[in-house]
């Protein structure tokens, strides 16, 4: 069953552009973490937030990459992480078009 | 450019298939909601724990969609919400495969 992984932490940015630009070297190496199927990307400027929504193969490679990405990010000086890993009810999401593949 | 929406609050259940059978019918009104383009259900037994990602055309309807769904929970006795509203970084979320259309 999929798992969704769902991490925020206070971000003084770049956003937008910038942040595309300064992160897409690193966006490209989790396509190849193991059971990973996709990230949205978020972030707010108003906010000061910024994160990711992950739809990994099983939890326990959902709760391996945020156990290596917790690492990477307090490497980066973040910290106030908020993570939790969810179950994807299949049969609801199919009725509200929820992309879970 | 489209917005996320990421919802979580405490829940005793029901999970899994008792709680697609409990939620069906108001599944599918959600997909009637301005700019709602999906959601992915999302719970947690271990952690007693439900909630929902749900990606909208725009940062208004997105908050008009919480504004309504915090009402409709408190209604079911539901308190503890925790909502936020982000950005979608596209480029970035392009790289990672991210479905956010």
Do not use: C
């Amino acid at each position: 069953m999929a798992t969704l992984l769902q991490i925020d932490f206070p971000f003084a940015g770049p956003f937008g552009e910038e942040m595309a630009q300064a992160f897409a070297e690193l966006a490209a190496t989790i396509n190849d973490e193991p059971g990973f199927m996709w990230k949205i990307w978020t972030e707010s400027q108003s906010a000061q937030q910024a994160g990711g929504i992950y739809l990994f193969d099983t939890e326990e490679n959902a709760r391996a990459y945020l156990k290596k990405h917790t690492a990477r990010l307090n490497g980066f000086g973040i910290s106030g992480i908020e993570a939790k890993v969810f179950d994807v009810n299949e049969s609801l999401s199919a009725i509200t078009r929820g992309p879970i593949k």
